[in-house]
């Protein structure tokens, strides 16, 4: 560490924040939020509690995730209002899922319609560890260069590391699907229901383990961590599904399963 560091790091420590996490990059290029001011993301573990993927909080009953964190409704648990993995913090709401629905026209080859939907078994208590996020309108889309958070405990760097036991946010800009879709780029495997976003020199991204998670913009949930080329390169931003595109699909989705007459 060198010395402005570690007197910023003193300075830190004074602010009662771990220092050895300044050191290190998660999310990459991210920092730790206030515990618990991110309140709508979950983590989607195994049942033996291996964190595998992000979600995000629409409802009570349901999350949104990406289809390629499909595991299986049998393996699956979402885990709500955590902050540290590691550390049993007495806010975590741990809710099987009740089914799984993924995008019936998801390919996994280019990526295309990567979202899922959770209903989960029984409702999350919404507290002030727990809350939900804001769908964005049919359609809506956001400028480029607008800035978005995204969020999650995925890797640190494309090298791997370890998946943090903090949650970690970083603030990107929208990239306009032209420029991703661009031969510099991603050479024209960006489709319309995909959204890029993050700097051109690269440096701030989400990466594995943060898949399925939110990037929100303007209040909303705009995108779904879906993929990228390795994680943080400059000319790469991340790829996100585009949640705007399945406004509708999300409201038919949830509003059929409620016709169905069950008493929930
Ligand atoms: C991306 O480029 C490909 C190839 O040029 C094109 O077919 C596709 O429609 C483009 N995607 C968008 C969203 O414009």
């Keep these: 560490m060198d010395l402005p560091s570690l007197l910023l790091c003193i300075l830190v420590e004074l602010l009662a924040v771990n220092c050895l996490d300044m050191a290190e990059e998660r999310i990459v290029g991210g920092y730790a939020p206030v515990p618990h001011s991110i309140k709508y993301i ?9 964190h595998i993927c992000g979600g995000t909080l629409i409802n009570k009953y349901w999350v949104i995730t990406a289809a390629h ?7 699956m ?17 741990e809710i099987l899922p009740q089914f799984l629905v993924p995008h019936p026209e998801h390919d996994a080859l280019n990526n295309n319609n990567d979202i899922m939907l959770v209903k ?9 560890y727990v809350s939900i996020a804001l769908l964005p309108k049919q359609g809506a889309s956001v400028a480029e260069g607008r800035m978005c958070r995204v969020s999650g405990w995925g890797y640190t760097s494309s090298s791997g590391g370890q998946i943090p036991s903090t949650l970690r946010t970083v603030k990107i800009p929208v990239v306009s699907t032209e420029k991703c879709n661009s031969t510099e780029s991603f050479s024209g495997t ?8 993050g700097f051109s020199n690269g440096g701030k991204d989400a990466c594995m383990g943060d898949s399925g998670g939110p990037l929100v913009c303007e209040g909303r949930l705009y995108g779904v ?13 991340g790829v996100y599904t585009a949640v705007s595109k399945y406004r509708r699909w999300i409201d038919e989705t949830i509003s059929s399963y409620y016709g169905r007459c069950d008493n929930n």
């Design 190 to 197: 960006i489709t319309e229901t995909m959204l890029c976003a």
């Design 225 to 237: 961590v879906s993929w990228g080329r390795g994680c943080a390169e400059a000319g790469f931003p």
């Design 69 to 75: 964190c499909n595991i299986g409704v049998d393996k």
């Design 42 to 50: 979950v983590s989607l573990q195994t049942t033996d509690r291996q």
């Design 77 to 93: 648990m979402v885990v709500a209002g955590d902050y540290s993995l590691s550390i049993y913090e007495g806010t975590e709401q």
């Design 120 to 128: 989960l078994r029984a409702p999350v208590y919404l507290n002030s």
